[in-house]
């Protein structure tokens, strides 16, 4: 780079035109022909000056026309385009295309100064190679000197070693070749004498291990057979005391063998009360069922009339209501209506055969503990006055009334409810 060339680039007329595209880039929201024909027009003779001055030549362009163009642009055509960027207006457009106009001579004689930029790029770029060609051939040759010259003395230097080197490999050779012959010796000697004492080492440690062998044989023989004796009396008394413990065991199982046996007439009570809680779940189940289908045809029967709704009715060439549109709508709304009202009754049909299924097994659960604690006579008695009385009630009274007991059967009930709670305070009173 000369000192030209970067007063060139240094040249304010750079910076004149990147401002004044920044102020003409302002975005402008209602426009007109004449609005965009100035601005169009501002921006070709902006790009056309900034094409010519980057045609010049750095190192020689006229500087006083470039400085002349710089000021009047500055002073008139900038000024306009700052006010511009604010107001918006197509009056400084208008005005900075009358002042850009009075120095067009000026800027077309710039023009016969310049280059085309690729030309101007190519030269400028053919400079910049040949320039860093030559320094880079001058740095190379003064570098090969220098190489050349230092090789040559460390070539010198390596000779010498290498001769120097050659004599003491001849003397080390001579020197290993003894040394070796002494080390075979040496090593065949110390070979012998180590055979030697391993062998005896050898039958030391197996005199050793068969004096210690046959000293272990003889404590474990020893110790075994008096942990077979220990063990053996051991085992005995656990045979012992297991049997005891099996026999009072086998007791205690038939005792409790008697009282499950008792108590698996209970289970089969309750067994009567689960098979009540089987059905009501299921009851539960179909109510549940019926109850989500009636929702369904409401909402069904709701988004149809929304949809008819926002759509409307067509009406006829006549300009009448369309009747056969309007019937057939609300048919189907009927027809909606009609299932959700019969699947609401299935639903409550179902969940009251729950509520009347839970109430029996409810009813037997409360009769089980009482029915254990009575006499057998009073139990069978009790029993069959229950099943006269209860089963089968249901099927006589319909499943949409719940099922009641007969005054006499309630006093029955009763009667032996209080006895056996008295009988069992007694039993208590008397345990105390």
Request: aromatic share 8%.
């Amino acid at each position: 780079m000369s000192r030209w060339s970067d007063e060139f680039d240094e040249h304010p007329i750079h910076q004149l035109l990147n401002q004044a595209d920044e102020y003409l880039a302002s975005e402008v929201d209602n426009t007109d022909a004449e609005f965009g024909d100035e601005r169009r027009r501002l921006r070709n003779v902006l790009g056309t000056l900034r094409a010519v001055v980057a045609g010049l030549d750095p190192d020689f362009y006229p500087k006083q026309l470039l400085d002349q163009i710089h000021q009047h642009f500055n002073g008139q055509v900038l000024n306009q385009l700052r006010a511009y960027s604010t107001q918006k207006a197509v009056n400084q457009l208008r005005t900075a295309n009358d002042h850009a106009t009075q120095y067009a001579p000026q800027i077309f004689s710039l023009a016969g100064m310049s280059r085309p930029q690729e030309a101007q790029e190519s030269v400028s770029n053919a400079q910049k190679a040949f320039a860093s060609f030559a320094a880079s051939m001058e740095s190379t040759a003064n570098e090969t000197n220098q190489r050349f010259t230092k090789h040559e003395a460390e070539l010198s230097a390596v000779r010498e070693k290498a001769a120097s080197l050659e004599q003491t490999l001849d003397g080390l050779d001579t020197t290993a070749n003894d040394k070796l012959a002494e080390w075979q010796y040496d090593f065949t000697e110390m070979q012998t004498a180590q055979a030697q004492q391993h062998s005896d080492a050898q039958i030391e440690r197996d005199t050793k291990f068969d004096e210690f062998l046959t000293e272990w044989k003889t404590t474990v023989e020893s110790q075994q057979n008096e942990i077979a004796t220990t063990q053996a009396d051991k085992l005995q008394d656990t045979l012992d005391a297991f049997k005891v413990i099996g026999e009072e065991t086998l007791a205690d199982v038939k005792e409790k063998h008697a009282s499950i046996r008792e108590i698996h007439k209970l289970v089969g009570r309750d067994s009567v009360a689960g098979g009540y809680q089987t059905s009501a779940g299921e009851e539960k189940a179909e109510a549940n069922r019926w109850r989500w289908i009636s929702l369904a045809c409401l909402a069904a029967a709701i988004i149809w009339l929304g949809v008819k709704y926002w759509s409307g009715f067509s009406t006829t060439t006549a300009g009448g209501l369309n009747w056969p549109e309007i019937i057939t709508a609300s048919s189907l709304t009927a027809v909606f209506l009609v299932a959700a009202g019969y699947t609401s009754r299935q639903s409550k049909l179902h969940r009251d055969n729950e509520k009347l299924l839970r109430s029996y097994a409810l009813e037997t659960k409360a009769l089980d503990p009482f029915i254990a604690s009575l006499e057998k006579d009073e139990q069978q008695a009790i029993k069959a006055e229950l099943v006269r009385r209860m089963f089968g009630q249901q099927n006589a009274t319909g499943r949409n009334k719940q099922v009641k007991l007969d005054e006499g059967s309630m006093k029955t009930i009763v009667e032996k409810v209080s006895d056996g709670v008295t009988e069992i305070v007694e039993k208590v009173v008397n345990k105390s």
